[in-house]
């Protein structure tokens, strides 16, 4: 492509709105453009990136044995009721109705649409194990749209489903799709990591794994291990709970009423009794279902809304407002388990632990002595905290665990029979009886995708594309293009680069050199050939972005620098 003929608007500076590095290197390097909030404009060279991304996805999934289709964007309401997720997905669904009042949904999804094509297509164990996935833009009404493609409105995703009549055959999908993950992520020259999470609003009966990639402007938090291959999401991560020792300590004492004024918060409950966060039991009030529930914590750890949602088997988990707690005979900063009448789901590590502080459910007070099981009882015991770093690994003996930042790309799920059972999609099988399909359901951000990329691959100067996912393999720049020279030499190397099967940028633009060099740097070509004053002895500058400096030489060799580069014969 000669550059003079290229839309690539390069900017200076990065607009204001933009926070993330790759939201400002996208838009300074030319590669999309906003036109509302959270939904972007793909221009020539971030629409070659999505391309080169997608390139590879089929790629995989094709060695895969995946079948690639379109289903429309398009849905109607009925099936997301059917499925019971209409309500769930809640306020992010796009909903609109038709000129006669029908009620649709713009996409974020399609498990609903492709169970109905299942249950249409699909009646033998004898048409089954079957995989089919689309490319294709999905719909999200986010709350908050941020860091440009990495919380959007509208984005490319790649979703996949696998149907089986046995969890043989389901398992067998998972883990093929699973490494078939692992290989476009590599392709793409990403670091991440497979990681256990929570199926949340997708349901399903298996397992589910998120795949991470590492990065410091992440929304997601993960849990690895130092020594094993554990790693979790912080929704689903747990800890190896501490050896608990029995001693020969002095009797407990019964609860003390103690006069705090004013002392709501944790932080100042240590400073007013001189304690430990670990000494005090932390009492914070939900609405999960328009139920109200106690969830009982230490004061150095957090609650892990997710595991307590999973703990009740809720839809929604709330924090209970002032009035809501009044209601229940408490007072938000002051609220306690002991004579709390709501039901209690006590973390492990206050249960084990031998006696804390917590509130007395009146202003201005806290209750010492206060023992699990002897002062208060629980509904539920069990783990319903996030975990810290430092702590021990659940799965091995030597590890601890670290806490990373992570953006999320990729999630496989067994889905089981959640929607073939909701929208009867059933086959025959060998014995003639009717069974519902097994299914598995799997993405990736493939918008999101060219986000990561540039979040891993950049500098101060600009992105350093992987040679895979770049929009131009090779970018060539004369520096004056009124040398005859330099032009002749530059456009012999662009041809020649061409006829070889690379994709190669041609700067044939009447610019300063200094313009053409920055142009470059934000552009981020693998390999740059800069065609200066040594074109007349037929040399030229090559260097690439993964070593510093340039080097003099022939342009012949050049050519096979770059054919080098990229493993070309």
């Known amino acids: 492509m000669r550059q003079s003929q290229a839309l690539i608007p390069t900017l200076r500076e ?6 993330a590095v790759s939201h400002q290197l996208l838009l300074r390097g030319g590669y999309i453009r906003q036109l509302a909030s959270g939904v972007y404009s793909y221009l020539p ?33 009925e099936l997301w009721q059917a499925s019971g997720r209409y309500a769930v997905y809640g306020p992010e669904l796009i909903r609109l109705q038709d000129r006669h009042d029908r009620s649709f949904a713009l996409g974020p999804t399609h498990e609903e649409v492709i169970t109905t094509l299942i249950q249409q297509e699909i009646h033998s164990y004898r048409q089954l194990p079957l995989t089919l996935y689309q490319i294709q833009t999905k719909f999200r009404d986010e709350r908050r749209p941020r860091f440009g493609l990495l919380r959007g409105r509208e984005f490319v995703m790649k979703d996949a489903y696998s149907f089986a009549a046995t969890w043989e055959e389901a398992d067998q999908a998972y883990l093929e799709m699973f ?41 997601d938090t993960i849990a690895v291990c130092t020594s094993c291959d554990y790693a979790a999401n912080l929704e689903k991560a747990e800890a190896r709970a501490p050896v608990v020792s029995v001693s020969n300590e002095a009797p407990l004492s019964e609860p003390e009423m103690l006069y705090t004024p004013g002392v709501r918060t944790i932080a ?13 039991f932390k009492t914070l009030l939900y609405i999960a279902d328009d139920q109200p529930v106690a969830v009982v914590v230490r004061g150095d750890h957090e609650v892990n809304e997710t595991k307590v949602k999973s703990a009740l088997g809720a839809q929604s988990l709330e924090l209970a407002t002032p009035e809501q707690a009044a209601e229940l005979g408490t007072q938000l900063g002051f609220a306690g388990p002991v004579g709390l009448e709501v039901p209690i789901l006590a973390d492990t590590a206050v249960w084990e632990a031998r006696e804390g502080i917590a509130g007395a459910n009146v202003p201005d007070s806290h209750v010492a002595h206060v023992v699990p099981g002897r002062d208060f009882a629980a509904e539920q015991v069990g783990d319903f905290r996030n975990v810290q770093a430092g702590e021990a690994c659940p799965h091995c003996e030597a590890g601890q665990l670290q806490l990373h930042r992570g953006i999320e790309v990729g999630h496989v799920f067994k889905l089981g029979t959640k929607y073939s059972e909701a929208l009867n999609a059933r086959y025959l099988d060998r014995q003639g009886r009717e069974q519902p399909v097994i299914m598995g359901c799997y993405g990736i951000g493939i918008s999101r995708l060219l986000a990561t990329i540039t979040e891993q691959y950049h500098d101060e100067q600009g992105i350093r594309w992987p040679g895979e996912i770049a929009p131009f393999q090779v970018h ?51 390999v740059r050939i800069i065609v ?38």
């Not at 391309?51 to 309401?77: D, G, K, N, S, T």
């Not at 670091?191 to 998120?210: I, L, P």
């Not at 007013?272 to 000494?279: C, H, R, S």
């Open 532 to 569: 200066g004053k040594a074109a007349g002895e037929g040399a030229v500058e090559y260097s690439d972005r993964r070593s510093p400096g340039k080097q003099l030489v022939q342009a012949a060799e050049a050519t096979e620098r770059v054919m080098g580069y990229y493993g070309a014969n």
């Open 45 to 77: 060279l971030g629409l070659k990136v999505l391309q080169h991304i997608e390139r590879i996805v089929r790629e995989e999934l094709e060695a895969a044995e995946a079948q690639e289709l379109l289903m429309p964007a398009l849905q109607p309401a």
């Open 14 to 19: 990065a607009p204001a709105e933009a926070e």
């Open 179 to 219: 490494a078939a993950y692992e290989r476009i992520l590599r392709r793409c020259g990403l670091a991440f990591r497979a990681v256990q999470a929570d199926s949340g609003a997708m349901g399903g009966e298996g397992g589910t794994h998120e795949f991470m990639a590492l990065a410091d402007i992440g929304e």
């Open 476 to 526: 060539v720049i004369p520096v004056s293009v009124k040398d005859g020279e330099q032009l002749r030499l530059a456009r012999e190397l662009y041809a020649e680069l061409r006829s070889k099967g690379f994709e190669v940028l041609l700067d044939d633009r009447d610019e300063r050199p200094g313009v053409k060099f920055k142009d470059a740097d934000l552009i981020g070509s693998p």
């Open 268 to 280: 100042e409950l240590k400073t007013a009794l001189g304690v430990e966060a670990q000494a005090i």
